[in-house]
């Protein structure tokens, strides 16, 4: 008995260290001051939009790396498994030098490290900290960052119509509450497909129907959307990609090794084959076109893939935005992209932040420019009274974030 009790102590300890369990308690015994010098509350901040105001596709593509790109490009991979996406990254706007020929992306820092979380970080400029569980489905009574302005609160207050549309339940991990509470969003998701007839009412793949469906589901709606007088915002989540090794479908290449590279391969043809479509509408004169991975994968093959240290980053990159005027390679996070989304669309920031992001067409440094990657992610995994007492302020998670 004894013998047992030491080697469960052992390896529980063992298990502790390697996981970093150690690290992240005694993170959260540290002060931050983080958030009360540098968040920007956008409800107080001054947002000047065109009288003309452009509409958004925002298209984030579930786990879509920089790292897939070739060594040539500043990926991780002998030859790129993302050429289509690439060439539009260079022909459009990734933030980076014109003598810069690699593909630049954003770094995601501490606690934006899943779907929900990645979220938060793009369209609200903040991490999901402190122990908070959003991976479970909440009633529509639960509160997802009250006092905290989006991305979607933003347009809306602007006459923007938003949507979000995904290929699963867009309960899980309460991204229906986040989009209907923030921004009044029209949710479209694996149920409302069954219902419109994208899908058989038994139809049920990988996470709820793939990709293809997806797309053409985007296309039927985006078709009615812009009949429209009001300028809209349509946000949609891919799902091919995730771990793990991802959705095999039939249009599906078998140029790689290994599954999971085909199926990124296809995801990168289906994104710009969609892009090609939105360009021959009518709608597209007056629209800017978003593709941002929403987060690093969680596959273990691509850690095992990119060299041993690489910068691994998200893609990004805004089609039909404004002129990138600035002659260098910005340093960003994916809370950057908040602002940039906002700028993207002919709108001016006052100040050229909100949240903890800074706008990348703007000369203000993000603040892994001014602080370090390392630094802010150490920041980000520290107690913080501000982001506790004022940002959770309202939500009844608000007590598991202080415990």
């Known amino acids: 008995m004894c ?28 002060d931050s001051d983080l958030f009360d010098n540098n968040y920007v509350d956008a409800r107080l901040t001054n947002i000047d939009f065109p009288e003309k105001k452009r ?69 609200m400029g903040i991490p999901l900290n402190g122990g908070i569980n959003y991976s479970q489905n909440f009633d529509r009574d639960s509160k997802f960052f009250p006092n905290v302005f989006s991305l979607g609160d933003v347009l809306e207050n602007e006459g923007y119509h938003n949507y979000f549309m995904c290929g699963s339940d867009a309960a899980f991990g309460g991204r229906k509450n986040y989009f209907e509470q923030h921004g009044n969003y029209k949710v479209l998701d694996y149920y409302t497909a069954q219902s419109d007839g994208i ?50 479908c039939p249009d599906c290449p078998d140029k790689f090794d290994t599954q999971y590279e085909n199926v990124i391969n296809c995801s990168d043809h289906k994104i710009a084959e969609f892009v090609k479509w939105c360009q021959s509408q009518d709608f597209y004169k ?39 005027e600035l002659d260098k390679t910005r340093e960003y996070s994916t809370l950057d992209i908040f602002p940039t989304i906002i700028e993207s669309l002919g709108a001016h920031i006052e100040g050229n932040r909100l949240g903890l992001g800074t706008s990348l067409y703007s000369e203000t440094p993000t603040l892994i420019e001014s602080m370090g990657y390392e630094e802010l992610s150490k920041q980000m995994s520290y107690n913080s009274y501000y982001y506790n007492a004022i940002l959770l302020s309202g939500d009844e998670l608000r007590e598991d974030a202080n415990n």
């Open 55 to 123: 509409n958004l596709i925002y298209i984030l593509s579930e786990s879509m790396e920089q790292s897939y790109t070739d060594e040539n490009e500043g990926g991780g991979f002998k030859q790129t498994l993302i050429p289509e996406l690439s060439k539009l990254a260079k022909e459009n706007n990734d933030f980076s030098s014109k003598k810069d020929h690699k593909l630049n992306g954003g770094f995601t820092p501490g606690n934006t490290t899943w779907t929900t979380a990645a979220i938060a970080a793009q369209s």
């Open 286 to 324: 007056n629209t800017t076109i978003v593709i941002a991975g929403d987060h690093l994968s969680m596959d273990g093959f691509v850690a095992d893939a990119v060299p041993e240290g690489f910068p691994r980053k998200t893609y990004f990159t805004v089609i039909n935005g404004p002129t990138y």
């Open 3 to 30: 013998i047992t009790i030491f080697l469960d102590l052992y390896n529980g300890f063992f298990l502790c260290r390697t996981l970093g369990v150690g690290d992240y308690l005694d993170s959260l015994r540290v």
């Open 199 to 248: 899908i058989d009412e038994d139809y049920f793949e990988f996470w709820g129907y793939e990709d293809s469906k997806l797309f053409q589901y985007a296309k039927k709606e985006l078709s009615e959307i812009a009949k429209n007088e009001q300028p809209f915002n349509f946000t949609m989540l891919t799902v091919d990609t995730h771990f793990e090794d991802g959705y095999i």
